[in-house]
């Protein structure tokens, strides 16, 4: 599975290790994601999803059928 965040959309971007000498590699930043199972009340059943952590306080936040509805009308969310 990719590494993208099914509700923000966040994936690796790309940018430079630089030494004291400045010189720079190739390097990638990669997404905190957290494989998580959620209850969804009114399906009445668990899913699990790969978020990123703010994907994590966003839900705690706004509640997870709001988020879910959010991701789908953007088309983060594939499932």
């Not at 000498?21 to 905190?32: I, Q």
Request: aromatic residues 6%; contains cysteine.
């Amino acid at each position: 599975m990719a590494r993208v965040c099914q509700i923000t959309g966040k994936r690796p971007q790309v940018g430079n290790n630089v030494s004291h000498a400045n010189n720079k590699t190739k390097r990638r930043f990669l997404p905190n994601l957290q494989k998580k199972r959620f209850y969804v009340p009114e399906e009445g059943k668990w899913i699990t999803l790969k978020v990123s952590t703010k994907a994590i306080k966003t839900i705690s936040k706004y509640g997870i059928t709001a988020v879910l509805k959010d991701a789908k009308a953007q088309g983060h969310l594939v499932l």
